[in-house]
């Protein structure tokens, strides 16, 4: 399933939108894993729900970013 989410460093730039693949998986954590061709793939258990991992993305665009 492919995401979307939107996030802005600070209050003067415009919001950037980050696009994600997620996969729902037997896992306890949910994994980030950015792609050398900069797809970022997002694995979570099943049931976590979908605002929790949009917002854990979100936590991590700035390492993403770098």
């Given at each position: 399933m492919l995401r979307r989410v939107l996030w802005a460093d600070d209050k003067?730039?415009?919001?950037?939108?980050?696009e994600y693949e997620l996969t729902w998986k037997k896992v306890k954590?949910?994994?980030?894993?950015v792609k050398p061709d900069g797809r970022i793939l997002v694995s979570a258990p099943a049931k976590t729900g979908l605002e929790q991992i949009d917002s854990f993305v979100k936590s991590r665009i700035p390492w993403i970013l770098k």
């Open positions: 003067e730039r415009p919001s950037q939108e980050i954590n949910i994994n980030l894993r």
